[in-house]
């Protein structure tokens, strides 16, 4: 009943730099934060880079000064400008939405509940 859809992936040069955007679309009633998520062949998914509503941006520590996330509410969109990427930096990009949303169930009431949603993911590969 959410979807979050991922853009802007692609091959950049070491040193180089990539913006990535998503879109979260749905009954979403009151988000909480959104933000990135980054998985390496054969590492654990981490946390890359989260904007929560109300508070400021949080980055992974390998990341900072060098990632700015940043969200455009209206829009229920989150951005990812990646700068001075070297290889190992190489990975599948999630996107995430935490927020309140809305279901309609089996009577057609409406229900809010609690989700993590996730997107399908954006390849960033860094190479010569």
């Known amino acids: 009943q959410v979807e979050l859809v991922e853009s802007g992936g692609g091959l950049v040069q070491p040193g180089g730099s990539l913006g990535l955007s998503c879109v979260a679309s749905?009954?979403?009633?009151?988000?909480?934060?959104m933000g990135w998520y980054r998985q390496a062949p054969g590492k654990e998914r981490e946390l890359v880079a989260s904007t929560d509503s109300g508070g400021g941006p949080s980055y992974a520590e390998s990341v900072k000064d060098r990632f700015t996330v940043s969200r455009d509410d209206a829009k229920n969109t989150v951005f990812l400008q990646l700068n001075m990427l070297n290889p190992d930096e190489t990975a599948f990009y999630y996107c995430y939405l935490a927020a309140m949303i809305i279901i309609i169930d089996e009577r057609d009431m409406l229900q809010y509940e609690e989700q993590k949603v996730w997107g399908k993911g954006t390849l960033v590969t860094v190479s010569s």
């Open positions: 749905g009954r979403i009633f009151n988000v909480h934060s």
